[in-house]
């Protein structure tokens, strides 16, 4: 199995004094990556620009994208742009790609909403011209630092996404957290251990030959540090209006909750349970898990 990973969702870019001390004090800590989301919103950094800030902070972490809603990029601009960050970083680009599910940031940019199946094909025709405007034979194509291209990350938990991963992603990103059906697009619920187990084996099959192949990214979506865990667990149903009971919540991948200790051995316990490697936090739980890497490392 392959050595730990560990990366950090990226929010706060309110001044470069701020995001140079945010990397640093991951980079201490022990992460392996800084990772930058793809939204709308006042709070929510542009992924390129950021991304090079981050690695220019930073001495060796990677810079990723965490993820690339595919639907606001035309995949010659897209290639310019990550050709551009993977030079301008020293080649620490992952290039993650998903198909978007806030519909709400659609009407915003003032682009179609399409059905979720003609997003995937539009992510698939992507990955298609990425690799052609990569390739060195291309007469319009684009130099990166790596070759024959950064590492691409797919995420998603759907049938077509996961075997689009498990065909083309250097890394799969795995989430438990499912849209709701019947509800407005961007309406999430957290999944069961269950839930996720199934996913992950369904991925694993997919893959094949190619399973030794795939990294496999698991965002966790907070860290709870706690010397009760039921009661913390208890709190936060409470507090998420959860449709989980305590004791599902404290069995579900999405959230770690207990002292640093039992964090640690639930981290170890998802690497040998579903085979994920690579974990990454949410911005906010940076320095509460960032105790854990060298724990577990140790």
């Known amino acids: 199995m392959r050595d730990y990973r560990f990366g950090f969702n990226l929010r706060d870019t309110t001044s470069p004094a701020d995001l140079r001390e945010t990397c640093r004090t991951a980079e201490e800590f022990g992460y392996d990556a800084v990772l930058v989301p793809d939204h709308l919103g006042k709070d929510c950094p542009s992924p390129f620009p950021t991304m090079v800030a981050a690695a220019?902070?930073?001495?060796?972490?990677?810079?990723?994208?965490?993820?690339?809603?595919?639907?606001f990029w035309n995949p010659a601009v897209l290639a310019r742009d990550v050709a551009a960050?993977?030079?301008l970083t020293g080649g620490r680009l992952d290039l993650g790609l998903g198909v978007g599910y806030m519909k709400s940031e659609f009407d915003a940019a003032g682009i179609p909403w399409q059905p979720f199946a003609e997003r995937v094909?539009?992510?698939?025709?992507?990955?298609?011209e990425l690799d052609r405007l990569f390739s060195p034979d291309a007469p319009d194509g684009y130099r990166t630092a790596q070759h024959p291209r950064p590492?691409?990350?797919?995420?998603?938990g759907s049938d077509r996404v996961l075997k689009l991963a498990a065909k083309r992603a250097d890394i799969v990103g795995h989430t438990a957290i499912w849209s709701v059906k019947g509800k407005p697009p961007g309406t999430l619920r957290t999944g069961s251990h269950e839930e996720f187990a199934e996913r992950v084996r369904f991925f694993q099959e997919q893959a094949?030959?190619?399973?030794?192949?795939?990294?496999?990214?698991?965002?966790?979506?907070?860290?709870?540090?706690a010397d009760d865990r039921r009661a913390a667990a208890e709190k936060v149903v409470a507090e998420r209006?959860?449709?989980?009971?305590?004791?599902?919540?404290?069995?579900?991948p999405t959230i770690l909750i207990g002292t640093?200790?039992?964090?640690?051995?639930?981290?170890?316990d998802h690497r040998e349970r579903y085979?994920?490697?690579?974990?990454?936090?949410?911005?906010?739980?940076?320095?509460t898990f960032g105790p854990v890497i060298k724990m577990l490392r140790s």
């Open 56 to 71: 220019a902070a930073t001495e060796r972490m990677r810079v990723g994208s965490f993820v690339l809603n595919i639907g």
């Open 85 to 87: 960050t993977d030079l």
């Open 121 to 128: 094909d539009r992510l698939e025709r992507t990955l298609d």
């Open 151 to 156: 590492p691409v990350l797919i995420a998603g």
């Open 208 to 225: 094949g030959d190619r399973l030794a192949e795939i990294e496999v990214n698991f965002l966790i979506q907070a860290v709870v540090v």
């Open 241 to 252: 209006n959860l449709e989980l009971t305590a004791q599902q919540l404290l069995d579900a």
């Open 260 to 268: 640093l200790d039992q964090i640690a051995e639930q981290v170890a």
């Open 275 to 287: 085979g994920i490697t690579y974990f990454s936090v949410h911005e906010p739980y940076m320095r």
